[in-house]
């Protein structure tokens, strides 16, 4: 069974960092976009980052300059480096990736970890 499982969440005043974590338990996803999305109360779940196996990065142009996504595939792990962050950055943090096997897309993902921006 695939699974990926976050970390990292917390409750941090504004201007303030955190790192969050997304294990992956399998090695093929060092050879897939892995992506963070988050989901604010009330509203629907955004694409935030991803970072392709190659090293092509994305970002939502409000977290541009202030997140950073990066990759350790030694332990396959993703990591969403969140400086500055605000209160509109509040929200539950989700991990994904998509899977294509024999034609079939195969979406995963994490269980998510909440984030919360005191101004």
């Known amino acids: 069974q695939v699974q990926l499982v976050e970390s990292g969440g917390g409750l941090v005043q504004a201007g303030g960092s955190l790192r969050l974590s997304c294990a992956a338990s399998?090695?093929?996803?060092?050879?897939?976009?892995m992506n963070w999305y988050r989901q604010a109360p009330g509203k629907q779940r955004v694409f935030v980052a991803s970072l392709s196996r190659d090293g092509r990065t994305n970002y939502l142009d409000s977290v541009k300059g202030r997140f950073t996504i990066s990759r350790d595939n030694a332990k396959n792990t993703v990591y969403l480096q969140m400086n500055n962050l605000k209160s509109d950055d509040t929200a539950v943090y989700y991990c994904?990736?998509?899977?294509?096997?024999?034609?079939?897309?195969?979406?995963?993902w994490g269980q998510g970890t909440q984030v919360t921006v005191s101004s």
């Open positions: 994904y990736t998509e899977v294509w096997f024999d034609g079939i897309k195969y979406d995963y």
């Open positions: 399998e090695t093929t996803f060092n050879n897939n976009t």
